[in-house]
């Protein structure tokens, strides 16, 4: 009688693979998730953290950090002078002098210069260089909350933090910490130090040319200089004079 033959034994080698398909899932939604919680931990610090500075001074912004640092890199002196001035105590004639130089219609856009923003797209496509299309709103909110670059990454993230900051803070605040952040000379942030600085004497009583001539510098104040100025200089500070009248009373809170 011949022997049964051994009846072969069932793999299961094909049960293993919905395992696997289950683990990838898996491995996919945590990915998933971990970015959702990322993102939203980022609005939410964000938006707390635009709220805090519409009434906290801003003492230092990131590009305040990088000069000290380059300087020292450079074994550069380093120089630093900074110091908070509420805006009732920033003369009217500085304040109308960044609008005239730098963003003539900041007291009705939201935010944005699309007009400004296509100019200067254009421009570059010609390979010349203007003045930019970036606001004062967009100036601040790259000033205070990002760091300097080109990058599409940094422009999106420019273009939420001035979204927040136009919600948030409102025109006289963003006024407030632009002219108190931004760079008004080699080592010189704010309005104060820049008017001890170049003028000797105080952020209220500058006179017009004065005020033109901080504002004059802005494109690069470590080159430019307020006084003892360049003869381009001096011409635009003439052209940011004549600018200034056709700004008028300036009013924060209605269009």
Sequence with gaps: MAAKKPTPKKTTAGKSKPASKKSNRSLGQKIKWFFIKAA?????????WVVILKYVPVFFTPLMVIRVIENKMSDKEVYFDHNWEPIEKISKNLQKAVIASEDGTFLYHNGFDFKALQKAYKSNERGRRIRGGSTISQQTAKNVFLWQGKSYFRKGLEAYFTVLIELIWGKERIMEVYLNSIEMGDGV????AATEYWYRRDASSLTPMQAAGIAAILPNPRKFKATGSSSYINRRKERIVR????VGKINYDGK
């Excluded at 931990?41 to 938006?47: A, E, K, L, N, T």
């Excluded at 942030?189 to 104060?192: D, I, S």
């Excluded at 600018?243 to 056709?246: C, L, N, P, V």
Aim: net charge neutral; glycine share 12%.
């Design 40 to 48: 939203l931990w980022f609005f939410g610090i964000s938006i707390v």
């Design 189 to 192: 942030y704010g309005a104060y």
């Design 243 to 246: 600018e200034m009248r056709a």
